[in-house]
């Protein structure tokens, strides 16, 4: 997994499980949470959890990633695990006192956090 850097335990883990062909939609999902974390960004960490998707996904959490340094932890399983074990996995990699899991394909609405 690529890290967040110094070991500051976040008090949030937002995880996102995702899957192949569903690049388009996470970059909406991430922005959409990406857009309202500032206030919070020191407590939140995002974990996106790839179930070896063969699209898109690693280039759209690395530019994101670039611009929110420290905030975005990317995990890519070397074969696909299954619905179920993706969740899990993603909620394993979460270092966060709480986790809150996020579909690839859902959007934050203004305000949510």
Known sequence: MVGLGPAVTPLLSICIPTHDGRAAALAVALDSVLDQLAPH??????????????????????????????????????????????IVRAAELAEGVFVWLLGSDDVLAPGGP
């Open 41 to 86: 960004a020191a407590a939140v960490e995002i974990v996106v959890c790839d179930n070896a998707s063969q699209d898109a996904t690693a280039a759209v959490v690395g530019e994101r990633a670039a611009r929110h340094r420290g905030t975005l932890a990317y995990h890519r399983n070397a074969t696909n695990l299954g619905f179920a074990r993706n």
